[in-house]
């Protein structure tokens, strides 16, 4: 019998219920319950999510100022042995795209160094890259709007590089060749290529591999004791082992060579040394408050379009307050970590295995410790249904899309090209529709809609319209 199997599922709701923490009126919050009662309901909260078959095993830490609320392992590290998560939260994970923000702190620190300009061209300081003509900030590859198409989202080239021994430069001449999916500035899509561009720019100016910078300015400095760079084939104790769910259980992850996903998504650590980090970088041992103040604030597009995104770091409000967050995904591990500023809260959990995402769990510990989730307000719509009805098209991570906008009486129905059934829109306040989990946002001019904007974690999607 597998583990996994023996694995019996227990829903957030019954786990809290058992508290007596939930009520028919919602979920409460840390100002009405005692310390002990709040620890054990975050405790539960985590249970419930590692009681799924296709979690392996997962790391939590949850920290309210100087109070160190939850700080332990649940589930396994590795399934064959049967070797438990440690408690004390000291396992090691690869936590993908969290790599992000070191990235973005090494850059920082070297436009203070006065090394780097954000608002130069990149290629004056990676003359190797041929833009075709684009002039291409520094910054706007920090925020995912560079236009460059990321390399992961190229089919096949992945598979192309795994398993040969190139040097990292052979990235640049793979990526340069293909075709920028917008102008710089223009839009933003998730981009792995500017973060691996971003790593061999430190490499060139700092003297450093990407790798021995974190090392030596960031892991060293701060203690980060069980933080490295990733590798498939050194050995370092505590790592956890990932695995990927399969049709009858997880399986071992898929093999993932470190060379590729390098400074997008190629550092491993742990929940401890993940609080140390924010508490370094949110409290001023990073960055000075105006190179902090940088990273944190997100540029708007050259069209004035506002997004939640800045430097390696989603910035946007949550449940009323300002949060500053990002996850991660690579090959058999998921991780997810918030930081409240205005309540001093910072919650991390990393998880070994490719199923549900550990951000449920940090949302529904934020429930506690931060407050419930305010949504927006649904209003009724004044304008003119007609104007936004159309097809719009353009690219979207991965691909390229077609969304189709129709109406029905005093509905607006939406969907991609092809779907079986288009589902309803609903209004909601500044200007924001929503329909299931996606939102988007017209751009109405002369009566009628000339692109949609898609909206959806560090991406904004330009749409444009199909006459």
């Known amino acids: 019998m597998s583990m996994s199997s023996r694995r019996r599922p227990v829903?957030?709701?019954?786990?809290?219920?058992?508290?007596?923490?939930?009520?028919?009126?919602?979920?409460a919050s840390a100002q009405d319950m005692d310390r002990a009662t709040l620890v054990a309901a975050l405790d539960s909260v985590a249970r419930a999510h590692v009681a799924s078959d296709n979690v392996a095993g997962m790391s939590v830490a949850v920290v309210q100022g100087s109070d160190t609320l939850l700080?332990?392992?649940?589930?396994?590290?590795?399934?064959?042995?049967?070797?438990?998560?440690?408690?004390?939260?000291?396992?090691?994970?690869?936590?993908?795209?969290?790599?992000?923000?070191?990235?973005a702190?090494?850059?920082?620190?070297?436009?203070?160094?006065?090394?780097?300009?954000?608002?130069?061209?990149?290629?004056?300081?990676?003359?190797?890259?041929?833009?075709a003509g684009h002039t291409v900030p520094l910054r706007r590859l920090l925020d995912h709007t560079s236009g460059i198409k990321s390399y992961t989202a190229v089919r096949g080239l992945m598979e192309t590089l795994f398993g040969r021994d190139v040097p990292p430069d052979t990235m640049v001449s793979l990526v340069e060749a293909i075709p920028f999916e917008f102008e710089p500035g223009t839009a933003q899509i998730y981009n792995n290529s500017a973060y691996f561009l971003l790593g061999l720019?430190?490499?060139?100016?700092?003297?450093?591999?990407?790798?021995?910078?974190?090392?030596?300015?960031?892991?060293?400095?701060?203690?980060?004791?069980?933080?490295?760079?990733?590798?498939?084939?050194?050995?370092?104790?505590?790592?956890?082992?990932?695995?990927?769910?399969?049709?009858?259980?997880?399986?071992?992850?898929?093999?993932?060579?470190?060379?590729?996903?390098?400074?997008?998504?190629s550092l491993c650590s742990s929940v401890g040394d993940l609080i140390r980090w924010n508490s370094a970088l949110h409290g001023g041992e990073i960055l000075s408050p105006d190179g902090y103040a940088a990273m944190t604030s997100p540029m708007p597009l050259t069209d004035g379009t506002d997004l939640?995104?800045?430097?390696?770091?989603?910035?946007?409000?949550?449940?009323?307050?300002?949060?500053?967050?990002?996850?991660?995904?690579?090959?058999?591990?998921?991780?997810y970590g918030i930081h409240y500023p205005e309540r001093d809260v910072t919650i991390v959990a990393l998880q070994n295995s490719n199923g549900p995402p550990p951000a449920a769990v940090v949302a529904g510990m934020a429930d506690f410790v931060v407050g419930p989730s305010i949504p927006l307000?649904?209003?009724?719509?004044?304008?003119?249904?007609?104007?936004?009805?159309?097809?719009?098209?353009?690219?979207?991570?991965?691909?390229?899309?077609?969304?189709?906008?129709?109406?029905?009486?005093?509905?607006?129905?939406?969907?991609?090209?092809?779907?079986?059934?288009?589902?309803?829109?609903?209004?909601?306040?500044?200007?924001?529709?929503?329909?299931?989990?996606?939102?988007?946002?017209?751009?109405?001019?002369?009566?009628?809609?000339?692109?949609?904007?898609?909206?959806?974690?560090?991406?904004?999607?330009?749409?444009?319209?199909?006459?």
């Open 105 to 131: 702190a090494a850059i920082m620190q070297l436009v203070e160094e006065g090394k780097l300009d954000l608002d130069t061209d990149f290629t004056e300081y990676l003359p190797a890259f041929d833009a």
């Open 308 to 335: 939640d995104y800045a430097m390696g770091l989603g910035v946007a409000e949550q449940r009323g307050t300002l949060a500053i967050s990002h996850g991660g995904g690579i090959n058999g591990f998921v991780s």
């Open 377 to 467: 307000e649904e209003r009724d719509f004044d304008g003119d249904l007609d104007a936004l009805v159309g097809e719009y098209a353009g690219p979207v991570r991965g691909s390229h899309f077609h969304f189709v906008v129709q109406r029905d009486g005093d509905d607006l129905l939406v969907g991609a090209r092809g779907a079986d059934e288009p589902e309803v829109a609903t209004y909601l306040e500044d200007g924001t529709w929503r329909a299931g989990g996606n939102r988007f946002r017209f751009k109405v001019m002369d009566g009628r809609a000339t692109e949609v904007m898609l909206l959806g974690g560090s991406a904004r999607y330009r749409l444009r319209w199909v006459p």
């Open 11 to 27: 829903t957030r709701a019954l786990a809290l219920a058992a508290l007596g923490v939930l009520t028919g009126s919602g979920t």
């Open 201 to 265: 720019i430190i490499r060139d100016v700092s003297g450093m591999s990407y790798e021995d910078y974190v090392e030596t300015n960031f892991f060293e400095k701060l203690g980060m004791d069980s933080s490295h760079y990733c590798s498939e084939r050194e050995i370092h104790p505590g790592t956890a082992h990932g695995y990927s769910p399969g049709p009858d259980g997880l399986l071992h992850k898929e093999f993932m060579d470190h060379q590729w996903p390098y400074a997008a998504g």
């Open 71 to 103: 700080m332990r392992g649940y589930g396994h590290v590795d399934l064959e042995w049967e070797v438990v998560t440690p408690e004390d939260g000291s396992a090691t994970y690869e936590i993908g795209s969290i790599t992000k923000q070191f990235t």
